[in-house]
């Protein structure tokens, strides 16, 4: 069964850099979500789209941005990179809102130096 | 969000059954039950959910109390890819749809 796509699987950028990260739902999803996972921490919330739309936020930092496109895919960027921005990013989709299961992808190790 | 409270860790024996509790003391009628796990290194993993029945997948069964103030994951019987730590997150009806995972509950399985 098709999967959550994440890209790219690993990042190395130098602070004050950008990086963007992609994330393609699993088909028919039409939810996403991203989470942060620092080093020994558990999963937080950044940010959510349904239908393009963005649905809710966490604690996002007003240095990223993102969006979901019309194919459903959703894009996180994320500018003046600093070293605490060092983590593992977790996109997640899901068949619609409320309490469907969120399929998480792989996710995507940003490591900033 | 409802605070849930777990066991910081749990060890099993492989092929035996794993009974992982929750307390959720504070739940409001219109809250799910949801358990995810997370593998090393990997995203976290949808398990199961429920409302108020005891509920079975392939996974797992869960069981809820019937005050709905606890609830029980149970993995039938354990092997070592089920070493992980396992989050009970309570989800409103309606609410926001985000996950809050708490710290879990690392599950160490012996072989």
């Known amino acids: 069964a098709a999967g959550v796509i994440q890209s790219p699987r690993h990042l190395i950028k130098e602070k004050r850099e950008t990086a963007t990260l992609k994330c393609y739902p699993i088909p028919r999803h039409d939810t996403v979500y991203w989470y942060q996972q620092g080093p020994g921490q558990d999963p937080q919330f950044l940010i959510s789209?349904?239908?393009?739309?963005?649905?809710d936020k966490g604690s996002i930092p007003d240095r990223f941005s993102a969006q979901q496109f019309s194919d459903y895919h959703s894009e996180l960027n994320m500018s003046s990179l600093e070293l605490g921005d060092s983590a593992l990013y977790f996109c997640?989709?899901?068949?619609?809102?409320?309490?469907?299961?969120?399929?998480f992808g792989p996710g995507t190790r940003l490591t900033v130096t | 969000d409802a605070k849930t409270t777990q066991p910081n860790s749990m060890e099993s024996n492989e092929e035996e059954p794993v009974h992982l509790p929750c307390n959720h003391s504070?739940?409001?009628?219109?809250?799910?039950i949801h358990w995810y796990r997370q593998l090393p290194s990997q995203g976290p993993e949808y398990v199961i959910h429920?409302?108020?029945s005891n509920v079975n997948n392939r996974m797992a069964s869960l069981a809820i109390a019937e005050d709905r103030k606890s609830s029980t994951l149970i993995l039938h019987r354990a092997t070592l890819r089920d070493a992980a730590v396992y989050y009970c997150?309570?989800?409103?009806?309606?609410?926001?749809?985000?996950?809050?995972f708490g710290k879990g509950m690392k599950l160490t399985v012996n072989p």
């Open positions: 789209f349904y239908e393009k739309m963005q649905s």
């Open positions: 429920g409302l108020t």
């Open positions: 504070t739940i409001s009628g219109t809250d799910y």
């Open positions: 997640a989709s899901s068949l619609d809102r409320g309490q469907y299961e969120q399929y």
């Open positions: 997150i309570l989800k409103g009806k309606g609410g926001s749809e985000k996950l809050v």
